[in-house]
């Protein structure tokens, strides 16, 4: 008998927690961001049901300033796969005019996503939230659970998680109390991009090289998806062969100069690269333990 | 079983024989401060897994919280929450990924204060094989042998001692044979095939990936090197029983009916013959669904869907276990197993809890206590109670009958969680012992344990609600004689007949109660179904 393969030992690891969601909680959801880890773990739900439909809705807590092209991927993605998709705005916070450009990435981060995901997960009263976080990504995040108990204002408390032994989950919590639960915990960069090409998952295009509109702000190149990224005095929009290793709001997220427009070449480049896949995000920088303080407050 | 200890610098076991795991688990432990997160930040970075713009973080973190003055603080690297930074110390399990040209690794990093213990059996529940970091200054210390102790309970054969810290004993040969010859002696007993031992320095990066210069006298493998090359063969044995644990009944329309889950061990095949337990329904393999297609077959570890031939009742917790049955899973509703106490509050006899099996759940009471191991000695006690953190062998009995197994054949099947009933906390880790009759016996109470045992049977075990109620039982009894005695003497009887009736109602009422009960429980006994097969009527 054969030894299984790396990805399959992991492949088969996330169906299985998926499938235990499914069996234990009363009301999951799949909180889908669009980007490479969600169109992963996507895939993963599907397997895990298969032949029956997803059976749980799909959350995109939207902060209205997500690359037009993750949008039209999300919707084509949606209707290719007759899927059930909630979509959550923070009413409060588009009341407010709240952008990651007047109000910073903390507090756009804050408002849009974090209170924007407890009031979503509130709303429909979802007791357990999938997401495509993985330990490889942070610091933090290598603490955390597959499935990480959250109170009932959504705190983390990093100090006091439940242990975790083997691959039995405990599944019972307090009334009010919630999951969120990550299939894709012991998965690196490399294991998804080497699963996103062994499975043919489609994923949003910006993962690949292509000339863009970019401005370089604080050390960052900034894409300029729309005109609400207002030029500063100094600033030149460029065109430059780019492409994304994360994807988030387009105003937090740094481009890389690349030129590897497939899958092969995305592989070869990442594992020559010397920096890390969040160097690009704005909002990891915010503090030396902004992850670990964003989660305590409910943030995945 | 002895285990085989060999020379460090052995390389015989380092010849690949057979198909290796791509996919390594280990953790590192041992006792406080004895370098276990500097050691994995060292390995990170050796193996080139830390990034530039961690590097600069890292040395930023260095200069605000580290503990090497001047220096790189590498356990900064996995020590990730921001209390475990400012007290320098590690709390939770960390788990990083790295590979080299040979190997992908899954590391977890685990805290050695005891406080913390069952983060530590967290991560080591799902190691292949465990690095045991002990101090050259400090030698082999209580939590080092906890730390063994639990490494061996969750069933890894293969370990690796580095003795961390050379450089502060001047990298002297005699401190590190010393130590090695201790270590060994120390767990002699737990079972552990083989025993490398490796003088390093994680600060320094001494025979950590580089051979060190320092240690020209250790001619051995470096860690990495060591990591590489560890014989996990994944000898399954062909033939093995395979064993199959209903996750999920998915059911999308009236048309589809399939089983999904993940094979434990063994094989499940199109056309094998299946037992359903604990119903014991007969069927057939129909297909094996999978989104990429039916399978002929499944292997331990794969996650799929079966369908079956016959519309049987099968449900999450049953478990599909494919014709001819070996009798490794047994349908039982009771069980001695060995625990580690993970929850704040003791486990006492009489605690009811929810059990977690495989997929099973179900209602638990513990019946007895037989002993605490002893941490420093590694003996069994006599124990009242197990406070957190201890390690005891316990009996339990459940509500219903659950498939299950040994853990030693099967950690799917033989491996559980106990779970408070109202706080909902994971209380204990449990791992299912083969049978009540091989329960190891301390040296210490040899003499006792026949009068303790029977003891037990006459009275219920200690603490026990059973217990209460037989002593409440003897004192109504007693209490009954002595008021008939009392009007008896007020009524002027003689003596010897006061004390013959007196006698009677002691004895003989309680003699025809027992016979009475015993014609009951015989023709109330059940047609021999499932209450048979507790006892070890293996499927
Ligand atoms: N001189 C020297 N110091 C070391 C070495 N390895 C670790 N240390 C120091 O020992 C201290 C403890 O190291 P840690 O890695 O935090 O220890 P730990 O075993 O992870 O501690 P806990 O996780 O809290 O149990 C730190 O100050 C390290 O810098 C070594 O090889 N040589
Ligand atoms: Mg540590």
Redesign the interface.
């Known amino acids: ?6 990805l ?2 992991l ?2 690891e996330a ?2 927690i998926l ?2 969601v ?2 234990t909680c009363d009301k999951p959801v799949l909180l889908y961001s669009i980007g490479k880890d969600s169109a992963v773990l996507l895939h993963l739900a ?8 997803l059976p749980f809705p799909l959350l995109h807590v939207d902060t209205g300033w997500k690359f037009r092209e993750m949008i039209a991927f999300r919707d084509e993605t949606v209707a290719r796969l007759g899927l059930d998709l909630i979509v959550h705005i923070n009413p409060d916070g588009v009341a407010a005019g709240i952008s990651p450009l007047a109000s910073g990435s903390q507090v756009h981060t804050d408002v849009m996503k974090t209170q924007g995901l407890k009031q979503a997960l509130d709303q429909h009263g979802f007791d357990a939230a999938f997401g495509g976080a993985r ?2 990504e ?6 955390e659970r597959i499935f990480s108990l959250r109170t009932v204002d959504h705190r983390w408390d ?2 006091g ?8 989950f ?1 599944t ?3 009334k009010g109390e919630s999951f969120r639960v990550f299939p894709l ?2 998965w ?1 960069e ?1 294991d998804v991009w080497s699963y996103i090409a062994q499975e043919k998952i489609p994923v949003v295009p910006l993962y690949f090289a292509a000339p863009r509109p970019v401005v370089q702000r604080a050390g960052t190149l900034i894409m300029r998806d729309d005109e609400r990224l207002v030029l500063q005095p100094d600033e030149v929009v460029e065109t430059r062969m780019v492409r994304f290793r994360t994807l988030g709001c387009y105003p937090l997220t740094g481009a890389v100069e690349s030129t590897a427009t497939t899958l092969e070449e995305i592989i070869a480049e990442m594992s020559g ?4 896949e969040r ?1 690009g995000r704005v909002i990891d920088h915010d503090g ?2 902004s992850m ?2 964003k989660k305590q407050e409910g943030y995945f | 079983m002895r285990p085989a200890l060999t020379a460090h610098g052995d390389s015989g076991d380092f010849v690949a024989a057979s198909p290796q795991i791509a996919l390594l688990r280990f953790i590192t432990c041992g006792s406080v401060d004895d370098g276990k997160s500097t050691l994995i930040g060292r390995i990170l970075f050796e193996a080139g897994a830390v990034f530039e713009d961690q590097l600069e973080a890292l040395d930023r973190d260095s200069r605000k919280f580290g503990t090497v003055d001047g220096g790189r603080d590498f356990a900064l690297l996995v020590d990730g929450l921001s209390a475990e930074r400012e007290q320098g110390i590690t709390i939770d399990v960390a788990y990083r990924y790295f590979a080299t040209p040979r190997r992908s690794f899954i590391v977890a990093d685990t805290p050695g204060h005891e406080q913390y213990t069952r983060n530590m059996a967290t991560g080591a529940s799902t190691a292949d094989c465990a690095v045991i970091l002990i101090d050259a200054r400090m030698g082999v210390l209580p939590q080092t042998r906890r730390h063994s102790f639990i490494v061996s309970l969750v069933g890894v054969k293969r370990i690796v001692v580095a003795i961390n810290k050379m450089d502060l004993v001047d990298c002297d040969q005699r401190v590190f044979e010393t130590i090695a010859k201790d270590y060994r002696q120390a767990v002699a007993g737990l079972g552990f095939e083989t025993i490398d031992v490796i003088p390093v320095s994680a600060r320094d990066g001494d025979n950590i990936r580089q051979a060190s210069a320092r240690m020209p006298w250790y001619q051995g493998p470096t860690l990495l090197t060591w990591l590489e090359t560890v014989d996990m063969s994944e000898a399954a044995a062909e033939g093995e029983q395979g064993v199959f644990p209903v996750q999920y009944v998915n059911r999308p329309d009236h048309l589809f009916r399939g089983f999904a889950g993940t094979v434990a061990t063994g094989r499940v095949a199109v056309g094998d013959g299946v037992v359903s337990l604990p119903s014991m329904r007969q069927s057939r393999v129909a297909r094996i669904v999978t989104a990429d297609g039916d399978w002929p077959q499944a292997e331990a570890g794969q996650a799929v869907t079966l369908t079956l031939g016959d519309e049987i009742d099968t449900s999450r917790g049953d478990v599909l276990v494919v014709q001819p049955r070996t009798g490794i899973v047994q349908v039982r509703r009771q069980g001695t197993a060995r625990v580690l106490v993970t929850g704040d509050q003791p486990l006492r006899v009489g605690g009811a809890y929810e059990i977690k099996l495989a997929t099973a759940t179900a209602q638990t009471v513990i019946s007895a206590i037989h002993h605490v191991v002893d941490i420093e000695t590694y003996r069994p006690g006599m124990a009242d109670d197990l406070p957190m953190n201890a390690i005891g062998q316990i009996s339990l009995r459940l509500d219903r009958p659950v498939p299950m197994t040994a853990y030693r054949d099967s950690a799917v099947l033989g491996g559980f969680i106990l779970i408070d009933r109202i706080s909902r906390q994971t209380v204990a880790f449990g791992f299912m012992d083969a049978d009540v009759a091989d329960l190891p016996v301390g040296k210490s109470d040899e003499l006792t344990r026949p009068l303790v045992n029977l003891r037990d049977r006459l009275l219920g075990p200690s603490g026990s609600v059973l217990r209460r109620q037989r002593l409440e039982a003897v004192s109504w009894r007693l209490t009954g004689a002595l008021v008939l005695a009392v009007v008896m003497a007020g009524l002027d009887l003689p003596l010897p007949v006061i004390g013959t009736v007196v006698l009677a109602d002691l004895l003989v009422r309680p003699v025809l109660k027992v016979l009475h009960h015993h014609v009951w429980q015989t023709a109330r006994q059940p047609a021999p179904a499932l209450s048979d097969l507790d006892q070890g009527d293996g499927i």
């Open positions: 008998m054969a030894a299984l393969g790396h399959q030992r492949e088969a169906i299985f499938r235990e499914v069996a599907q397997k895990a049901f298969y032949p029956a439909k330990r490889d942070e610091k933090s995040r290598a603490k990093p100090k998680q439940r242990p975790e032994p083997w691959a039995l405990n019972r919590k307090l915990s012991n690196t490399a690269s010397r920096v890390s160097q030396a333990a670990e303080a």
